[in-house]
């Protein structure tokens, strides 16, 4: 949940830029009320809603946001519990348009979708069009509400994820929309410009890279003993900081990053990565899930 807020000028130029490029933004009073609350005790009525249909739509109103310096909330289903899809900006709502199966391909059992689909109607089609060989695993009891891009943001899991893993573990790629409007695809190599001859945002993409190689580097000691004592940390932890140390030192379970951290051998690259799904993804806006082969009737944990 981020702080800032507009002044009525900045206000007023932000609904310009958002309506002239023909995207859909809502500040009635009542969409103001629906969208200041999510599934958590927190009420921050948002300045405006807005309801992108395409990629480039997300692009354009975050660099309005950008712009004029608006706080910018991106949301699914609305289920989080702590706060997460409220914010006093606009708020970004995928769930309305944004919600398609682009494709599934059953050999290399990766489906293609936007972030606003939902996890139940996602299992369903995969198990449908698989006659239910694959599935996407992760299942919050939330699912039938809850959409990929708000699951991969929390790092969602469920009643299976001891044996099938969280949101993390099933994400094949990511397209990524920077705070300059930049269009990234994060993968397990690294992260490059969505579009190769788009120089903005392949220089953009060098940037991150350096970034968080530098940040590995500083802080290669803390991620190799802290990172991964606890299996869903979705958040940073400051490497001093006594008393979280010594919670996270009761569960030794490496995440991915942590065992490769500890493993050693192109530690840096694989750091970067993982941390440029967190770092760069203002908006998430598609993605390819990796296969889960859990059979249709959950056969329990
Ligand atoms: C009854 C109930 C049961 C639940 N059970 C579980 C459970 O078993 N396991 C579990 O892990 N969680 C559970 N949750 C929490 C929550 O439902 C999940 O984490 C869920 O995956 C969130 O998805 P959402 O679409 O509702 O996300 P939202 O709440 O809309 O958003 C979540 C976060 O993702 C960000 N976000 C959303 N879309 C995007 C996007 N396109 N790009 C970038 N960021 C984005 C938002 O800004 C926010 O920070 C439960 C919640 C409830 C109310």
């Not at 981020?2 to 206000?11: E, L």
């Not at 705070?179 to 190769?196: F, I």
């Not at 500083?218 to 802290?226: D, I, N, S, V, W």
Request: charged share 25%; proline share 5%; with cysteine.
């Amino acid at each position: 949940m981020s702080t800032s807020r507009t002044g009525a000028d900045s206000r007023d130029e932000l609904r310009e830029q958002i309506s002239a490029a023909g995207i859909e933004i809502d500040v009635s009073g009542r969409r103001l009320q629906e969208y200041s609350y999510d599934a958590s005790n927190y009420r921050v009525p948002p300045l405006a809603v807005v309801f992108p249909q395409s990629v480039q739509d997300v692009a354009a109103v975050v660099r309005a946001c950008a712009a004029t310096n608006t706080a910018l909330t991106s949301r699914g289903g609305g289920t989080s519990m702590a706060g997460n899809a409220v914010g006093p900006g606009v708020v970004l709502d995928f769930s309305r348009y944004m919600n398609k199966i682009l494709d599934v391909d059953l050999k290399a059992g990766i489906a293609d979708v936007q972030p606003g689909v939902v996890l139940a109607d996602l299992a369903a089609h995969v198990e449908q069009v698989s006659s239910a060989r694959l599935t996407f695993a992760p299942d919050p009891s939330s699912k039938n509400r809850a959409t990929v891009g708000g699951s991969v943001a929390n790092d969602a899991c469920g009643n299976h994820s001891v044996r099938y893993g969280r949101t993390s573990d099933h994400i094949w790629e990511l397209d990524l929309v920077t705070a300059d409007g930049s269009r990234l695809t994060a993968t397990n190599d690294g992260v490059h410009a969505t579009d190769p001859d788009d120089a903005v945002s392949a220089a953009r993409a060098a940037t991150i890279t350096d970034d968080l190689t530098q940040l590995v580097h500083k802080h290669l000691a803390a991620f190799r003993l802290e990172l991964g004592r606890i299996q869903r940390q979705v958040v940073g932890l400051p490497p001093g900081e006594p008393a979280a140390r010594k919670r996270l030192r009761r569960r030794p379970s490496p995440s991915r990053l942590g065992r490769h951290l500890r493993r050693g051998g192109g530690g840096e690259d694989e750091a970067g990565t993982q941390a440029g799904k967190r770092a760069a993804a203002v908006c998430r806006v598609q993605r390819r899930s990796r296969r889960s082969t859990r059979p249709r009737s959950d056969s329990g944990v």
